[in-house]
């Protein structure tokens, strides 16, 4: 969810970055489009949202990695989470940084791209190519903004089955994913479990806890209380809600980490100075390293799209769906399961996952449980933690063995 | 770990023998749990020689991780809290080879075993083997042996158990017990000695046993 590690922290980066953050924004729906590939649904049978209403036509833009076998049995599908989006490897076309997995996508990794094909899709609502509130709305021809349907996790999934389903696909043979990711692992094991042989969900939960939907509520309150938001319609504006989407930002940016990663990281240290400037400039690394999360977030990401991904995750409740069981959600599930959990992760922490687990055990289904030991909190998913890789890697190669797949 | 050596990752390292006496009371493509399943080396066993549908359940995160690199469906877990969530007659087999002595409530641990699979299988230290009584009779200290190697204030067994308390245990909760094996430096022995109905002189003689038990 974060920005690669290492990046330099930028004094009062915020401001300056509100014109060019605009035209970046602007062009990177347009970007993501040229630089990836994109499929268009719903134009005859419009695909009916979990809100009552029928989306179409759409555009789903993803990328895919490694190659296709031939009895197209060795496709792994990537669910991207909140901020991330369909660039997982190589270098990404809008921030110029690598993938948001490239420690884990590419050859010779966990998912390795010599025996795996890996799909990612920007999830329905979201801005790096796919149909999300910055996109034209047909009836208008403006951009949606608020009049675009509220979408769910479920909704997210959905669209991916048409993708799976149009590239010949039968069976995925691993659906996996962190976070919001993996709220949509859970959901495509739960949905469409004769799809998946598969299913990795990683440092998640079943539901939105209500401290996560008060953190989300934070970010979005910052959002909406920015002038510059015009109620939505920033885009008809000419105007963009940058300082509200930056707090929202370092808001949330906090929730991915743990205390012990940002004492490591920073502690009390001082931002390019030698002592306190008895002032409100940023004084403490600490505090430059968020304004810089801020701005640079504020350069690839649309702002209602982040007011509409966050509503699909405080929205999600798998076991609700299931008259309030979890276990009914996965009622003779064929799906073989792994569920991983960091032990810093305070935002969906390991008690969350295993809740996941205990569900999985009361059904008998198969499912791998492991928690990793790492201080980085949240975002340790998105780094190069060893052994989370081998667990990935290992499990993978059982599931491979188990199913005999052939490799291209 | 390259994603490529699968083979690597799962030498055939020869099984304990009191495991591969374990595994031979399995059949062939049967539903397993093995509960405290440590490295996997026995749940691997029976996935490869005898073709199971095998899960674990381990303490110790550090094992846990091991099995699932390895490609086992392991979760961390306690034997003690853990089973009630399982289904009843959810496998064929429930297997906790020496974990027994080492529950909080063994009694409640066994009963769970025959709720969620058809046969338990159990193996423990015998508490009566002679080398135990003697060390306890004449040096007047809690029995540091071989198969059980740990001082009484560091050792993780805490319900020690006789076979004769064994059988009782079994007579108790209803159990009926198919099948046993006396092990002597882990190899069964054979005939009377070998036997529960050896009485006395089994309890005496045996180091370890492996009752398989069910409850219809």
């Given at each position: ?6 990046a ?18 602007e ?31 759409f555009?789903l ?5 490694g190659?296709?076998?031939?009895d197209?049995?060795?496709?792994i599908?990537?669910?991207?989470a ?11 076309p ?5 993938g948001?997995?490239s420690?884990?996508?590419g ?9 795996f094909?890996?799909i ?13 509130p910055k ?9 949606w903004?608020?009049?675009f349907p ?5 909704d ?6 048409l ?11 691993c ?8 709220m ?32 989300h ?10 002038l510059?938001w ?7 504006e ?7 989407l930056?707090v929202a930002?370092m808001?949330a940016?906090i ?6 990663a940002?004492h ?18 940023a004084d ?6 968020l304004?810089h999360?801020?701005?640079s977030?504020?350069q690839?990401f ?10 699909a995750?405080?929205?999600?409740d ?5 008259g309030?069981?979890l276990?009914?959600?996965?009622r ?17 922490p390991?008690s ?14 198969d499912?791998?449980f ?6 980085a909190g ?6 190069d933690?060893?052994?989370f890789?081998g ?7 059982g ?10 | 770990?390259?994603?490529l ?6 030498s055939?390292?020869?099984l304990?023998s ?7 009371m ?17 749940l691997?066993h029976l996935?490869?020689e005898?073709?199971?549908?095998g ?14 690199a390895?490609?086992l ?7 003690d809290?853990?089973l ?18 080492a529950t909080?409530?063994?009694?409640r641990?066994?009963?769970?075993m025959?709720r969620?699979?058809r ?8 508490f009566?083997h ?23 204030y560091e050792?993780?067994?805490?319900h020690?158990c006789?076979i ?6 079994c ?6 017990i ?11 022995q ?6 529960i109905?050896?009485g006395?002189?089994?309890?005496l003689l ?11």
């Amino acid at each position: 969810m974060s920005e690669q590690p290492g990046a330099t922290a930028v004094d009062g980066a915020v401001e300056g970055a509100a014109e060019e953050a605009e035209d970046a924004a602007e062009t990177a729906q347009q970007q993501a489009r040229q630089d990836g590939l994109t499929a268009e649904f719903g134009g005859d049978t419009p695909m009916m949202l979990d809100c009552g209403v029928a989306l179409g036509p759409f555009t789903l833009a993803y990328q895919t990695y490694g190659r296709l076998n031939a009895d197209k049995s060795n496709a792994i599908l990537v669910c991207h989470a909140l901020t991330g989006d369909q660039f997982l490897a190589g270098t990404h076309p809008v921030t110029g940084k690598p993938g948001w997995w490239s420690q884990i996508v590419g050859p010779g990794l966990a998912l390795d791209t010599e025996r795996f094909f890996v799909i990612c899709v920007n999830v329905l609502g979201g801005c790096m190519g796919t149909t999300g509130p910055k996109s034209a709305n047909p009836a208008t021809g403006e951009a949606w903004a608020l009049d675009f349907p509220v979408i769910t996790i479920a909704d997210m999934v959905r669209a991916q089955k048409l993708l799976i389903d149009r590239l010949g696909i039968d069976k995925l043979f691993c659906v996996t994913g962190g976070s919001m990711g993996g709220m949509q692992v859970l959901q495509w094991a739960a949905s469409y479990p004769e799809k998946v042989f598969a299913a990795v969900p990683i440092a998640t939960a079943a539901r939105h806890t209500a401290q996560n939907i008060a953190f989300h509520e934070v970010g979005r309150q910052a959002i909406m209380a920015d002038l510059d938001w015009c109620g939505g319609r920033y885009i008809a504006e000419g105007r963009n809600p940058d300082r509200g989407l930056a707090v929202a930002r370092m808001t949330a940016h906090i929730t991915y980490l743990s205390e012990p990663a940002l004492h490591r990281k920073f502690g009390r240290r001082l931002q390019d100075r030698r002592g306190l400037t008895f002032g409100f400039d940023a004084d403490f690394q600490v505090e430059s390293y968020l304004r810089h999360q801020g701005a640079s977030f504020v350069q690839r990401f649309d702002a209602n799209s982040y007011l509409y991904i966050t509503r699909a995750m405080d929205y999600f409740d798998l076991a609700q769906e299931s008259g309030g069981q979890l276990a009914q959600a996965f009622r003779d599930t064929p799906v073989r399961f792994c569920v991983i959990s960091f032990s810093s992760d305070w935002l969906f922490p390991t008690s969350e996952n295993r809740d996941v687990v205990h569900a999985l055990n009361a059904v008998a289904a198969d499912v791998s449980f492991v928690e990793i030991e790492s201080d980085a909190g949240h975002d340790a998913f998105l780094l190069d933690e060893p052994e989370f890789r081998g667990t990935l890697a290992g499990f993978l190669n059982g599931c491979a063995e188990h199913r005999g797949l052939s490799f291209p | 770990m390259s994603p490529l050596d699968t083979s690597a990752a799962r030498s055939a390292a020869p099984l304990r023998s009191d495991l591969a006496l374990i595994a031979r009371m399995v059949d062939r493509g049967a539903r397993v749990l093995d509960i405290g399943c440590s490295d996997g080396a026995l749940l691997d066993h029976l996935i490869r020689e005898r073709e199971v549908v095998g899960r674990g359940i381990e303490l110790s995160q550090r094992n846990v991780n091991a099995c699932v690199a390895r490609g086992l469906s392991v979760i961390q877990g306690d034997a003690d809290t853990d089973l009630v969530e399982y289904p009843a007659r959810a496998f064929d087999y429930a297997i906790l080879s020496l974990t027994l002595q080492a529950t909080r409530d063994p009694r409640r641990v066994l009963e769970q075993m025959v709720r969620i699979a058809r046969h338990a299988i159990v193996s423990f230290p015998n508490f009566g083997h002679w080398q135990v009584r003697l060390h306890l009779t004449l040096r007047g200290r809690m029995p540091v042996t071989d198969s059980l190697p740990e001082a009484w204030y560091e050792t993780p067994n805490i319900h020690f158990c006789t076979i004769r308390d064994f059988i009782a245990l079994c007579e108790a909760c209803g159990l009926e017990i198919e099948e046993t094996l006396v092990l002597r430096n882990d190899r069964p022995q054979k005939g009377l000695l070998g036997s529960i109905w050896g009485g006395p002189l089994a309890n005496l003689l045996g180091e370890k046993a492996i009752f398989r038990l069910r409850k219809d």
